[in-house]
């Protein structure tokens, strides 16, 4: 490998995640701390965390991966899994409600408080299937990056990141989760921006950026067909269907998620977050993205690996030394992925089995024991989340086959027990043995229809069937029936909904794609702005 001087900016990246990781964990005395930000976090934060969690190597490369070889029909993907924020914005409040009345730190939590403890554990058990596979995925990522860009081997690429990133989550926490996602984010968005106004440059050479850019469907379109820049090409409404089922439970009651509602300083605050999330990634980092696959198809069509798109790109379009910094972005989307990932798993074998056995036993729980205990455990599966991603060969593989099984058993009784009070445990119980048995068996044998769907029907069967034939006292189903959807929030989820549908009509006509880029543009650069100024410090007004 030939050493270029630009290469010093992944490696200064790397050690200071690790000292962000060591200087957070000093302030790290509760569980509460280093599970949930101490309930504190704010807007900033808050956006930052979940965008970056969502929006990890499995977006930037998987996706913009499948662009390149499919074409922009694949954008249905990316706005299947934004959507699932309308389903956040109406069950999020509920849940930081809970929150603020019970101990709750993780989703087994919840469904111990709705259903039963045996409940909880079978959510545990699934729930570590999707974190540890969503944790493979980035790593195999992390690898894909550094082979490429780089020349190093991906497995030592894979093992080099991989002790970073478990270093800085097992002494952060949380709260060093989210001001790593914070930098990561800006980088990230910022970089998108920079790859698509120079991509499109690259394709009209002898243009102005403004005019490349306003034009730059045209060029899209003479390069690859209208096949290939069709958004409705090679769609279907099965396809639609199974992949919003499948990344529906991972951006709604994933533990991922739910640790984040859990930390917003109020409800108000994790609800406007949600709608905001359906813009950014449902329409700017879907179109975004996209328009990164199809440049990257239009000026490397050749390309060995898809899936090195983005960061191939960055490094052949702008400048080695900003394209550095953007494939660092990337790199950290990648790790930022991993890290919620490992807090979550590591979260749910203390907190909900560790924990939850000590007090079954009648034990008290040591804070500081029981962070220790928690450490230790995020250490072990990062090396489990290593092994699978050295095993498998694909990031969107893995991410989709365990998020598909953690759909079909979780989805349908977390819903459920939110929106339903007459589900019980005994309909819990049915809905996750029969949902994830389907998917699982579906995924061995192979069948015509997506294994995800046929894993929720089977849910949905299993879990209402049961709960009517054999009826249970309802007092938990009545403490979850709270409303904290207000006024305001109907006025804001319109303004959404009517931008929301607005730019998806408009990316079937090819004409208005320069309307669409410069909204994408504008609403990134908006976005990444924003990130920095809500994380300053509000000035107090004293009265």
Request: charged residues 10%; aromatic residues 10%; glycine residues 10%.
């Amino acid at each position: 490998m030939e050493w270029n001087s630009y290469y010093i900016i992944p490696v200064v990246y790397l050690i200071l995640m690790i000292i962000v990781g060591v200087v957070v964990s000093k302030k790290q005395d509760t569980r509460a701390d280093f599970y949930v930000a101490g309930n504190k976090m704010n807007s900033g934060l808050l956006f930052s965390t979940i965008f970056s969690t969502v929006v990890g190597a499995n977006t930037y490369m998987g996706f913009s991966g499948m662009v390149y070889t499919s074409g922009f029909s694949v954008m249905w993907m990316l706005v299947a899994a934004g959507s699932a924020y309308f389903v956040l914005f109406y069950i999020s409040g509920k849940i930081r409600r809970i929150a603020q009345e019970f101990e709750v730190f993780t989703l087994p939590d919840i469904m111990a408080l709705r259903y039963s403890n045996f409940v909880a554990y079978l959510t545990t058990l699934f729930s570590l299937v999707a974190l540890v596979g969503g944790a493979g995925g980035s790593i195999l990522g992390i690898g894909v990056i550094l082979n490429s860009i780089l020349g190093i081997d991906t497995t030592v690429a894979i093992l080099i990141t991989s002790v970073v990133t478990i270093v800085y989550t097992t002494f952060g926490g949380l709260m060093g989760v989210a001001l790593t996602d914070w930098i990561q984010s800006i980088i990230m968005v910022l970089g998108l921006v920079l790859v698509i106004i120079f991509g499109l440059q690259a394709l009209s050479p002898d243009s102005s950026w403004l005019y490349a850019t306003t034009h730059g469907h045209e060029s899209l379109n003479r390069v690859l067909g209208d096949g290939f820049i069709s958004v409705t090409e090679s769609a279907t409404f099965l396809m639609v269907l199974a992949w919003a089922i499948t990344f529906l439970p991972l951006n709604t009651i994933s533990q991922t998620q739910i640790q984040r509602v859990y930390s917003a300083k109020s409800v108000s605050t994790i609800q406007r977050i949600s709608l905001l999330m359906v813009w950014f990634v449902a329409l700017f980092m879907a179109f975004g993205l996209a328009l990164v696959g199809g440049i990257g198809k239009a000026l490397i069509p050749d390309m060995g690996n898809a899936e090195t798109v983005f960061p191939m790109l960055a490094m052949e379009v702008i400048n080695p030394w900003i394209g550095m910094i953007i494939v660092t972005g990337i790199l950290g989307a990648c790790m930022s992925t991993v890290d919620s990932n490992l807090l979550g798993a590591g979260i749910h074998v203390t907190r909900d089995i560790y924990e939850k056995n000590n007090v079954r036993k009648g034990k008290e729980i040591n804070e500081k024991h029981t962070l220790l205990i928690t450490r230790w455990t995020l250490v072990i599966i990062g090396v489990l989340s290593t092994v699978a991603a050295v095993l498998t060969p694909s990031i969107m593989e893995l991410l989709l086959m365990t998020q598909k099984i953690f759909a079909g058993a979780t989805f349908i009784p977390i819903m459920l027990g939110l929106l339903w009070r007459k589900a019980n445990t005994n309909g819990a119980i049915s809905g996750m043995l029969l949902g994830g048995g389907a998917t699982v068996t579906c995924q061995i044998i192979g069948t015509a229809v997506d294994p995800v769907i046929v894993g929720i029907i089977f849910s949905l069967a299993g879990t209402v069937g049961a709960s009517l034939l054999i009826r249970e006292e309802n007092a938990k189903g009545e403490l979850f029936q709270v409303k904290t959807v207000t006024n305001k929030d109907i006025i804001f989820l319109s303004i959404i909904l009517i931008g929301y549908v607005s730019f998806l009509i408009g990316a079937n006509f090819v004409n208005v794609w320069p309307v669409l880029i410069i909204v994408t543009l504008l609403g990134l650069t908006l976005g990444a702005v924003l990130l920095v100024i809500y994380i300053l410090p509000k000035r107090r007004i004293e009265s």
